[in-house]
């Protein structure tokens, strides 16, 4: 099986039409168990104001905030004019740095 997933080898596998079904359903399941997880999860985050995740942050600019969302660093909520970011994210952040 090492070899096979090293990509090494040029194999060919025969597998029954009822397995492959399974396996397919068995990672639909996995998949979307784990899109739930991660919805209810979001869900449940606090979200905080630019000002508290400047300040969580060390006292970062609003350029900063700015940048880091242009490269997908740091995504934040937006409700019309109002911007908000989950807590979550920010602490991962603090782990990061």
Request: a positive charge; charged letters at 30%.
């Amino acid at each position: 099986m090492n070899i096979i997933g090293e990509g090494h080898a040029n194999v060919i596998v025969q597998v029954k039409a009822e397995d492959l079904l399974r396996f397919a359903d068995a990672i639909c399941e996995k998949v979307q168990t784990n899109t739930l997880e991660m919805l209810a999860q979001k869900e449940q985050d606090e979200l905080i104001s630019k000002k508290e995740a400047k300040i969580l942050l060390g006292g970062v600019s609003d350029a900063t905030l700015w940048r880091w969302e242009k490269e997908g660093y740091l995504i934040p909520e937006r409700f019309g004019r109002k911007i908000m970011y989950r807590k979550s994210e920010i602490q991962g952040l603090m782990i990061k740095r």
